[in-house]
């Protein structure tokens, strides 16, 4: 939003104050009436013994024309993933759900082997008309993890698991698809992860049969190790990574299917402020492509907050994957404001690019960075229409929730390690973990919005193009994984316990 003044101060002051008195008119009047806007779309429905219940964690969401699919861990185990992934399907662009479990995958449902399963992903394959949930299948053996997909054509019925790898100390993997007609790779879906516990290695494979094979796993050409990344595919059928590793957002591609990976590019150094609370968090990134196959990637940062006591959601820009643009603030709230912001997810609308690119991103925060232990936790979204030069101010979707009322994992309360949006047909949707005051069991389930993430008529858009970094505290990450893995071998399975 430009003022007319034209002295810089005083415009900046104007902009200030106004953006000051939007925000929190828009967060009271949202968060009265988001409670109205949500559906929920899954709910844990297990009874096993060693779970969590009722709890459900850490959606990704895919959409290709009216279809939108969301995949998450429902029940969450305290060392490692849940008792299954669950899946929530919408054939009509949003506007009515179906859930349910993957068959086959854990002992908890429909003749599954293995024990927990975590960190799903979803794509659609255009070429090969298949639906396509990635995630890592953990054993008892030991607590084993492997990488896995199952497949479906209508985002409702899925098949049994189909192993990408099985080196068992595997993590934190996500899949994309070459989705573009014109590409010489069209059709090729590409997986990532690393390997966990034992090197945190990067690890890319290829499978270009609709998922029904998968290639042996390959490096960077540096052997590098990191951990999140988010495989993104431009028309000419490059393929961008954008990844944490060590100190940074960092990046590799590919330029010839797969056959080889470049070395790391870094992206930008990242600073962070550990959230109060015990929530498990950290700057894992988002990473989407538009049209035209400009990549943009967002995480959590402090470098723009005095004395990086609160992250925004920031971003860097590229259009090769080796060039990136210098981090600018998405100026959700004031730079001088106490909110904290963290776990982006990042939407693109692929029919859109470059200036007029439609951009959505649902995150989580705490309206008062430094709480201790008395936060409350709450869901937001912002828009942009030109590309993510201007934004929309923060919006709530859900809460306050108390700390006390989520899921408790091994690295903290936890709703997600990451999360995302997606665009059926120019309308944004995100799904997201809420919860509610518990009664016997824990009451945190998979919601989305009854109306699309909308930029409204005449709304507002705010720039962040005149803010510099202030400060630092460089994040440096402990070890080349999320710990999602069980520590040590568990003491048996518990009798199969299938949900009906």
């Known amino acids: 939003m430009n003022a007319r003044s034209t002295n810089p101060t005083l415009r900046h002051h104007f902009v200030f104050c106004l953006l000051t008195v939007l925000t929190t008119l828009s967060a009271g009047l949202s968060t009265a009436h988001a409670a109205d806007?949500?559906?929920?779309?899954?709910?844990?429905?297990?009874?096993?013994?060693?779970?969590?219940?009722?709890?459900?964690?850490?959606?990704?969401?895919?959409?290709?024309?009216?279809?939108?699919?969301?995949?998450?861990?429902?029940?969450?185990?305290?060392?490692?993933?849940?008792?299954?992934?669950?899946?929530?399907?919408?054939?009509?662009?949003?506007?009515?759900?179906?859930?349910?479990?993957?068959?086959?995958?854990?002992?908890?449902?429909?003749?599954?082997?293995?024990y927990t399963a975590s960190d799903a992903s979803v794509v659609y394959d255009v070429k090969h008309h298949v639906w396509l949930i990635n995630y890592l299948p953990i054993t008892t053996n030991e607590g084993a993890v492997d990488v896995a997909v199952s497949s479906s054509t209508d985002g409702i019925h899925w098949g049994n698991p189909i192993l990408v790898d099985k080196s068992g100390v595997d993590d934190k993997n996500w899949i994309t698809c070459d989705n573009h007609a014109t590409s010489p790779h069209y059709g090729n879906c590409y997986v990532e992860w690393d390997l966990g516990f034992s090197t945190g290695q990067i690890q890319m494979s290829v499978s270009s049969d609709g998922g029904?094979?998968?290639?042996?796993?390959?490096?960077?050409?540096?052997?590098?190790?990191?951990?999140?990344g988010q495989p993104v595919v431009q028309p000419n059928g490059t393929v961008v990574v954008p990844i944490e590793a060590g100190v940074g957002i960092s990046a590799f591609t590919s330029t010839n299917g797969g056959t080889s990976w470049s070395s790391l590019q870094s992206v930008s150094s990242i600073d962070y402020w550990g959230e109060d609370g015990g929530l498990r968090s950290g700057p894992l990134p988002s990473a989407k492509a538009d049209?035209?196959?400009?990549?943009?990637?967002?995480?959590?940062?402090?470098?723009?907050?005095?004395?990086?006591?609160?992250?925004?959601?920031?971003?860097?820009t590229s259009t090769n994957g080796k060039n990136w643009s210098a981090v600018t603030r998405i100026p959700i709230d004031p730079a001088n404001s106490t909110v904290d912001h963290f776990i982006p997810g990042l939407g693109v609308d692929r029919a859109t690019s470059g200036g007029s690119a439609h951009l959505a991103m649902t995150y989580y925060y705490y309206p008062v960075s430094q709480c201790n232990n008395s936060c409350k936790l709450e869901v937001g979204y912002t828009?942009?229409?030109d590309g993510?030069?201007?934004?929309?101010?923060?919006?709530?979707?859900?809460?306050?929730?108390?700390?006390?009322?989520?899921?408790?994992?091994?690295?903290?309360?936890?709703?997600?390690?990451?999360?995302?949006?997606?665009?059926?047909?120019?309308?944004?949707?995100?799904?997201?973990?809420?919860?509610?005051?518990?009664?016997?069991?824990?009451?945190?389930?998979?919601?989305?919005?009854?109306?699309?993430?909308l930029t409204l008529p005449g709304e507002p858009r705010f720039s962040s193009q005149n803010d510099i970094p202030v400060a630092t505290s460089p994040y440096v990450l402990k070890s080349y994984n999320d710990e999602d893995e069980p520590p040590f071998t568990p003491s048996g399975p518990n009798p199969p316990v299938e949900d009906k």
């Open 291 to 316: 049209g035209a196959g400009k990549v943009y990637v967002v995480w959590g940062d402090c470098r723009f907050r005095s004395g990086c006591t609160a992250n925004d959601i920031v971003m860097s």
């Open 212 to 228: 029904k094979t998968w290639s042996a796993a390959k490096g960077t050409a540096d052997g590098a190790s990191g951990i999140g």
């Open 388 to 453: 993510g030069k201007t934004w929309t101010a923060g919006k709530n979707l859900a809460g306050p929730m108390e700390l006390s009322w989520i899921a408790p994992s091994d690295n903290g309360l936890m709703v997600a390690d990451y999360l995302a949006v997606d665009f059926s047909k120019g309308n944004a949707y995100g799904v997201f973990a809420v919860a509610t005051a518990p009664g016997s069991l824990l009451n945190e389930g998979m919601y989305t919005t009854n109306a699309p993430l």
């Open 37 to 114: 806007n949500l559906q929920q779309v899954s709910t844990d429905t297990f009874t096993n013994s060693y779970s969590e219940h009722r709890t459900e964690v850490e959606p990704d969401t895919y959409a290709y024309g009216s279809t939108i699919v969301s995949a998450f861990q429902v029940a969450r185990w305290f060392n490692a993933g849940g008792a299954d992934i669950g899946f929530a399907t919408s054939t009509d662009g949003g506007k009515s759900w179906t859930h349910g479990y993957l068959p086959g995958l854990t002992q908890n449902y429909k003749g599954g082997k293995y």
């Open 383 to 385: 828009t942009s229409e």
